[in-house]
Every structure is written in C-alpha cells, then in structure tokens.
C-alpha cells in the first residue's frame, strides 16, 4: 500500500493509517486502490442496468451513434443515471427532515417527552412562514400546528413547497417559467423514479430539468424542513469553541464515537454521557470518565450545538476505530461505510446501529425509539462501558493531533453578528462586499474522496486560495472538518492566510475566516443567507447577481450531486472537482455547463485542480462585481499560490 504521506494530507490521519496496516484492517483508501482502474463505463455515465435487456454500455453504431438495445442514447442514459444520483441524495437528505419532522411531532404531541422547544423565536418565526396561526397560542399548539403542516411538504400533491417563498420573488419566477418549481418532495423523488424507468422519459433535457426540480426539493424542501425543526427543538447553534481530528480521543476515558447525520438520538447521547450515574459506571470500570466525539454530520451537530468535537470525516470512520481506543461507534443514517462491521473487529470495539433503516452486518443493533429517547441513549452509553474493560492498552495509538476550530453560525446569527449585537443586520456584510473589502462569499462543501489524494488536499488549497483573496468563505459537511484539521476555522487563521480586507472584517468582528454552518442539510442555511443578503439590497434583485459561489472540490455521495443541483438551479456558481458521471454525453455536458445559465441564471463546473477552481470562482466574483458597478476591490488580488 502506498505512502501514507502521499495518501492523506494530515499528520493524524498518516499515524492512524499506520496503525491500521499493523492491524490488518483494510480502509478505504487500500479498497479503492485494489479497485483500480475502476470502471470507465461507470465514470462517463454510460453503463446502463434499468432493464434486463441490459446491461447495456452505450455502443456505437455504424453511424456514429451511441445507443443501448432499446434504442436509449447515450444522453438519454447519461442523463437518466445523474437525475437517479439526484434522487438518491435527495430522499436521503430529505427522509433525514421527514424523521425530524416526525420526532417534532411525537414532541408536539407529548408522546416524545425528552424533547422540548429549546428557540422559541425561531418556532414562531417558522410556524409563521407556513401560515399557522401564532397569536395567543402556547408554544405547544404552534408546535402542533407546525409540525403537520411541514410533515404535509412530504406528501403534498401540487402547488409550491412552502419555504419556496423564501428565495427573493425573481427567483420564484425564475423556477415557474423554468417549469423546475417543486409540487411535492415524495412526489418529485418518486417521479424520479418512474421518469428512468425503461421506456418513459428519453429526452435528456426534460430528464434533467427534472433533476433541477428533485433537488430544489431538496435544498429548499426537505433540508431546509431538517435544518429548521432541528434549530428549534434542539437549539439553534451560536459560535462555539470545540476542538477536531482523532487526538480528541482520550487515553483513559470511555471512548464513545457517534456517526452518520441525524442528531435526535446524538443529542440524548450527549445528555446521558453527562449523567452521575453514567459517570460513576464508568469509573467503576477503571476509566476517568467518558468522551464523546463524532464522525461526519452526526459530529458537525453536536458540535454546533455543544461544543462536543470531532474525531474527523468521511475517511477516519476506520481510522478512528484503527486507533484501538474507541468502545463504541454509534451510528445512525448515511456515509457510513459497510467495512466498519470487519474494522471494528480488529479491535474490542462494539458497532452499534440505531436505525431499522441503516444496519450494518457484525454491528449489535440497539434500536432508537423517539417515545424512549433518553432511555436508548442510556442503553447505548452503558453498552460501551461496558466495553473498556476489555481495551487491550497495547492496541491503543492514539495520534496527539487536535486543532481547536470555531464552529456554530448560522444564517441567523453570523451575518447579523457582523452588525453587532445590538443592531442586527446583514448591512455590514453587503457593505464589506461594495466598498470593495470582501470580493464575495463562497461556500465549499461536500465529501472527500480516496479519487482525490492526499485527502483533503482539495479542501484546503481551495479554501486558503479564497480567504487570501478576501473571500468569506462558510463551509459543511466534511469539508468544514477538513479545513478545521488545518486550523483554518481558528479565528487566529485570519492574521495568517486571509487578504486585507478579510482580515480587517474578522479582526473587528472576531470571526474565523472560515465559518462552520453545519452538516449536510445545513447547505440550506446557505440559501437562507444569500436570501438575506438580496432582502439587505445593494446586491442586485436575484441570487444569481451575488458576488458569491459554491464548491465541492472532494465530493462523492449522491447527496453532494443533488446539493450541487440545487446550488446551481438557486442561482450560485458551483464547480466540483472530479466531474459528474456525464463525460459520455457532451450535450448533458454542454446542458449543465452552458444551458442551465439561460434557463436557471447559473451553471456547473468541473476542475480538479483546487487552486485553478478558486480562481474560477474568483473570476466569477469579479464578473458579477462588475455586473452590479460595485467598487474596485481595495486591495489587490493576489497571484495564484503554490500548493502548500
Ligand atoms: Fe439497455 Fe435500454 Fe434496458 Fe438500459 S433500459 S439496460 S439501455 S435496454
Ligand atoms: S457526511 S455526504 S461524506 S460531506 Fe454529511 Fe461528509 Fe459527504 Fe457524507
């Protein structure tokens, strides 16, 4: 296996790496080398299995024309395969804001007693947009009322989803005359469904205008459903010191590693890891307490929200478990990989699963129960007591790295802090932006990639290659950890990466220049910040004429594919690294690249070089400056950097 140097970009990671090869345990950087070359069928888009006719790679015919035994041509397979991608990332995200929903519900109900409205203002704010009555209600029955009208967005038949309405009203008008507006979210993601089947939609362009309409279900819909019901009833975050990357592991305390995306049981875990009880178990089982820590979204949560940090991303699943020190993985829905049933037993640690829906082969499975919350969680943390008996101290390598990171902001609170506490407003970001101190406002986000190595690379030279440019930029998802592990989240990262006219705004201010907004669904917060800077005025009567961009240098999930469509349909630049499994098809190519400005005011883009992607989303910035005869920028822009 190759040079662990070479394969991932932090110092953390390498040891872990090391650890694990000492162990015998495969990860997913030596499967994806035993991989190649992977499959050139599958990356272009062309491999079709829809139907036992197939599977079929499109062929070419003696005209030149590339077709499946049904006659389906390249660009009808290409695009049926992206708007499948689409509605996968789509359904997760948005059965992810259905399951919120639904605990909002048992909570409203009074059946899910261990949860509570913890924002009382966002409650009423959002009970408000869906149009329930709020004046002189208790909390409860604005609770009540919200939940079944939100919990109606799943299965709603026709109309607007309601949270549509958020977006400035030419965007509005923007999605109807593009026809993409979406009616319902169940409904888009199954039409998906039976748009693919053999023998219905064959048009590339309507299949994917399609897509465009599944995802802003998504982005606006579903996500944004999660992102909201979660903020009320278990807070919304505000900044928070916390702390990243596998040294967050302890020596001598229970080591408990929660993962996947959804925070209703994370949360409980929390409150039980803090019980007397609890404690003393632990204790009474040789260890100094109990430490929590989180994987992916499931950490991004709870470190939004209480400061408990993280282990690290996507790719350190394994490599916390390689570390010998963790009892229990705790995971719940998405990104987690099958191969942590044989990786946790190398070592004594238990997997445990929590979900009917995401069980993994090996992992004891303890079933998560709304009614039972408290009670589960408690179950869960003195199963992995339990465990640390049987820590082999011999095993245990924990790397010493940890990064401290700033993390928690939110739409709500960000922008507005930047106006100060008493006079909350969005007017000191749009006037950084004209008087020409920041040149625009970029979100990176999504996954990492063993495609992409050493990991994280793409995250980081991206970013550093913005905030020296002046760009705020606010992150998600694992891109956000990556970026932490590198100490750019730090408020101390403005003296040493970002340009003048940043810094000068984060030293006022006291931000980092890179601000953490949380975990997958929480790209929505980003929508409802860009909403705000067009609401604030200066900036132009659309999203699609903000000096802002979007980026997933590292994606690989079907949820970062139907992400970086609704990015694009709500108006915002984006470019991924490696490209979308479209290459088979230059018109697909060409309708995402090119069409979709005429039709959505913006387009995708691929590039895998971090740095030249920065400077594409810089060129953009400037394009769209110029476009609102917005001031010249006030200090210079710089050369493109080396790698560093
Ligand atoms: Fe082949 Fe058409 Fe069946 Fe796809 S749907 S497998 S292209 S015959
Ligand atoms: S966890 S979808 S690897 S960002 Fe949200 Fe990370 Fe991508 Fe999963």
């Known amino acids: 296996m190759g040079d662990n140097a070479e394969r991932m970009r932090d110092v953390a990671s390498q040891q872990a790496l090391g650890a694990a090869e000492a162990a015998e345990m495969l990860t997913a950087l030596d499967r994806w080398e035993l991989q190649q070359p992977q499959c050139r069928f599958g ?83 959002v009970a408000a947009e869906y149009g329930v009555e709020t004046e002189g209600k208790s909390s409860g029955e604005i609770a009540l009322g919200l939940a079944e009208r939100a919990l109606a967005e799943f299965g709603q038949q026709g109309g607007e989803l309601k949270l549509m309405a958020r977006a400035p009203e030419p965007r509005q008008e923007v999605w109807r005359k593009a026809g993409v507006m979406p009616r319902g979210i169940d409904r888009e993601i199954v039409e998906c469904m039976h748009r693919t089947h053999i023998g219905v939609d064959a048009d590339y362009r309507n299949i994917l205008r399609h897509g465009i309409r599944t995802a802003l279900s998504d982005g606006w819909g579903g996500s944004m459903i999660g992102t909201d019901l979660q903020d009320v009833m278990l807070g919304s975050p505000v900044p928070i010191r916390a702390k990243v990357n596998l040294g967050v592991l302890s020596e001598d305390k229970v080591n408990i590693v929660v993962h996947g995306h959804e925070p209703i049981l994370s949360e409980m875990i929390v409150e039980a890891s803090r019980e007397p ?8 089982k040789g260890a100094k307490g109990i430490q929590l820590s989180g994987i992916c979204c499931t950490a991004n949560e709870i470190l939004m929200r209480q400061g408990i940090p993280s282990a690290g991303h996507f790719l350190q699943q394994e490599l916390a478990l390689a570390t010998g020190a963790v009892e229990a993985m705790v995971v719940d829905v998405q990104c987690l990989m099958p191969g942590l049933g044989e990786a946790a037993k190398c070592f004594h640690s238990e997997l445990i699963t929590t979900s009917p829906k995401g069980r993994i082969p090996g992992a004891r499975h303890i079933e998560f129960d709304e009614e039972r919350a408290l009670e589960v969680a408690r179950e869960i943390v003195s199963a992995a007591i339990e465990k640390f008996p049987e820590r082999k101290k011999e095993s245990v390598n924990i790397p010493e790295h940890t990064m401290d990171l700033v993390a928690g902001f939110t739409a709500e609170y960000v922008f507005r802090m930047l106006g100060g506490r008493f006079r909350p407003s969005y007017r000191p970001l749009n006037n950084g932006i004209i008087e020409g101190r920041l040149r625009g406002v970029a979100g990176v986000v999504g996954c990492c990639n063993p495609n992409v190595q050493p990991v994280d690379y793409g995250h980081v030279e991206m970013v550093k290659e913005l905030i020296r440019n002046d760009v705020l930029v606010v992150q998600t998802g694992c891109s956000a950890i990556a970026c932490a592990k590198e100490g750019l989240l730090a408020p101390e990262a403005a003296r040493e990466y970002a340009g003048r006219g ?143």
Request: hydrophobic share 40%; charged share 25%; aromatic share 4%.
């Open 43 to 125: 990356k272009q888009g062309i491999c079709c299995r829809l139907c036992s006719m197939g599977p079929c790679r499109a062929i070419t015919t003696s005209k030149g024309e590339k077709i499946g035994v049904c006659g389906a041509t390249a660009d009808t397979i290409v695009a049926r395969n992206l708007l499948r991608m689409i509605a996968g990332g789509a359904a997760a995200h948005s059965d992810h804001g259905r399951d919120v929903a639904h605990t909002f519900m048992l909570m409203a109900e009074g059946k899910a007693k261990d949860y509570g409205i913890k924002d009382e203002v966002k409650l009423r704010q």
């Open 502 to 644: 940043l810094q000068e705004i984060c030293e006022a201010v006291g931000i980092p220049p890179v601000l953490h907004v949380g975990s997958c669904v929480d790209n929505s917060r980003i929508l409802v910040a860009c909403c705000e800077m067009v609401n604030e005025g200066g900036l132009g009567e659309d999203i699609s004429e903000l000096p802002v961009a979007g980026a997933a240098p590292e994606w690989m999930s079907e949820k970062a594919v139907s992400i970086g469509m609704y990015v694009v349909a709500s108006g915002i630049f984006t470019v991924f690294g490696a490209p979308l499994p479209v290459e088979g098809s230059q018109a697909v190519y060409d309708y995402l690249t090119k069409e979709m400005e005429e039709e959505v005011g913006a387009r995708w883009a691929f590039e895998k070089d971090p740095i030249a992607a920065a400077r594409m989303m810089i060129e953009h910035m400037n394009e769209k400056r110029a476009a609102l005869k917005l001031r010249p920028m006030m200090y210079e822009e710089k050369e493109p950097a080396a790698a560093s």
């Open 277 to 284: 009880e609890l404690l003393k178990l632990a204790e009474e």
